[in-house]
T-cell receptor
Framework: EAQVTQNPRYLITVTGKKLTVTCSQN?????MSWYRQDPGLGLRQIYY???????DKGDVPEGYKVSRKEKRNFPLILESPSPNQTSLYFC??????????????????FGEGSRLTVL | QKEVEQDPGPLSVPEGAIVSLNCTYS??????FMWYRQYSRKGPELLMY????GNKEDGRFTAQVDKSSKYISLFIRDSQPSDSATYLC????????????FGAGTILRVKS
């Protein structure tokens, strides 16, 4: 079954304790991305990766790190979590980007989310 | 001002009603417009996708884009309790590849 898998689904931690949220996809997608979802603010992009070893900042990258050593995995790292990083996090993947108008929709496939609480 | 505005609701309707969900946007460069549906405790899933202005129909769902007004809509006919979810509009500029800008999402509740 084609899917994006995130772990953990739920996590409560304390300020300053490093944590990693893993993300893995089995669709051979080049593009992967992390979003956070907060009430009233919708989905905001944290980081994205166009392919292996290529990552770039999204709209809200402060306090986060990512890596893309393998095509299927794109972990999100919080080196020193703070309470303002309490949120619902989603990993997403899609086929590679292209400027051609006749490419596919570039549909994003999302994981089921990781709810993080930082005390 | 947010780039994409969407009324968060919640919107509560009786079963069988016609539902209208809307988003406005400020960036005239957006070319691709999508609606994602998100059930509780799940990730968003693509529901409808349109390019440029016009209408697109898929079963009980119709997506409408009015680029001159910078306004997009999703209509749901004969709404069902299973349609209860959060609906997120999203849009992108093709040259920016897969980067989507999302609205805040509208919570829809269909009562049986």
């Amino acid at each position: 079954e084609a899917q994006v898998t995130q772990n953990p689904r739920y996590l409560i931690t304390v300020t300053g304790k490093k944590l990693t949220v893993t993300c893995s996809q089995n669709m051979n997608h080049e593009y992967m991305s992390w979003y956070r979802q907060d009430p009233g603010l919708g989905l905001r992009q944290i980081y994205y990766s166009m392919n292996v070893e290529v990552t770039d900042k999204g709209d809200v990258p402060e306090g986060y790190k990512v890596s893309r050593k393998e095509k299927r995995n794109f972990p999100l790292i919080l080196e020193s979590p703070s309470p303002n990083q309490t949120s619902l996090y989603f990993c997403a993947s899609s086929h590679g980007t292209s400027g051609r108008a006749n490419r596919d929709t570039g549909e994003l496939f999302f994981g089921e989310g990781s709810r993080l609480t930082v005390l | 001002q947010k780039e994409v505005e969407q009324d968060p609701g919640p919107l509560s309707v009786p079963e069988g009603a016609i539902v209208s969900l809307n988003c406005t946007y400020s960036n005239s460069a957006f070319q691709y417009f999508m609606w994602y549906r998100q059930y509780s405790r799940k990730g968003p899933e693509l529901l409808m996708y349109t390019y440029s202005s016009g209408n697109k129909e898929d079963g009980r769902f119709t997506a409408q884009v009015d680029k001159s007004s910078k306004y997009i809509s999703l209509f749901i006919r004969d709404s069902q309790p299973s349609d209860s979810a959060t609906y997120l509009c999203a849009m992108k500029i093709w040259e920016y590849g897969n980067k989507l800008v999302f609205g805040a999402g509208t919570i829809l509740r269909v009562k049986s």
